[in-house]
């Protein structure tokens, strides 16, 4: 991989960077910028902790992460186990009077027409024979597709 223009370290940046990194009181990110501004260059944290490695400085000690502070204990619930209930009720399609020929969506098949009435549910379709390979019965097929309209 080609190295980027400015990226050199000198002898005098990586005397500091040594010192800096043994001391141990700055993390790499703070090494990086302090760097940077004393030699006027521009310096990531991980160009910090690669150059490191590859000189073989020694490993820093791993910062441990602060405990928060303790919250109050709060006694563990066991999930309580209920059986499964069907509901008393059901869902059924309405019921349309008999004498209307029309049909529920819950009717809608291949092979009926497929034209809707209403505003408002429940919606009710026409239900009659429709053209082989059509969703429209002939009189709504005339409806949908008026004559001399393409289709």
């Given at each position: ?75 563990e619930i066991e999930p309580e186990n209920v059986p499964h209930v069907r509901p008393a009720w ?42 082989r390979g059509s969703s429209w019965c002939p009189h709504h097929e005339r409806v949908v597709f ?6």
């Open positions: 991989m080609k190295r980027p223009k400015g990226l050199d370290w000198t002898e005098y940046m990586v005397d500091r960077l040594s010192v800096l990194q043994r001391a141990g009181k700055l993390s790499f990110t703070e090494i990086a910028k302090t760097l940077s501004r004393e030699f006027g260059v521009r310096l990531t944290k991980n160009a910090c902790i690669g150059k490191a490695r590859r000189l073989n400085l020694p490993l820093r000690k791993p910062v441990v992460a602060r405990k928060p502070k303790a919250e109050p204990q709060v006694p059901t869902v059924e399609p309405p019921v349309l009077p008999a004498s209307s020929g029309r049909i529920t969506i819950y009717q809608l098949q291949r092979g009926v027409c497929h034209f809707p009435f209403g505003n408002q549910p429940p919606y009710t379709y026409c239900g009659n024979s429709a053209f008026p004559r001399g309209a393409v289709r």
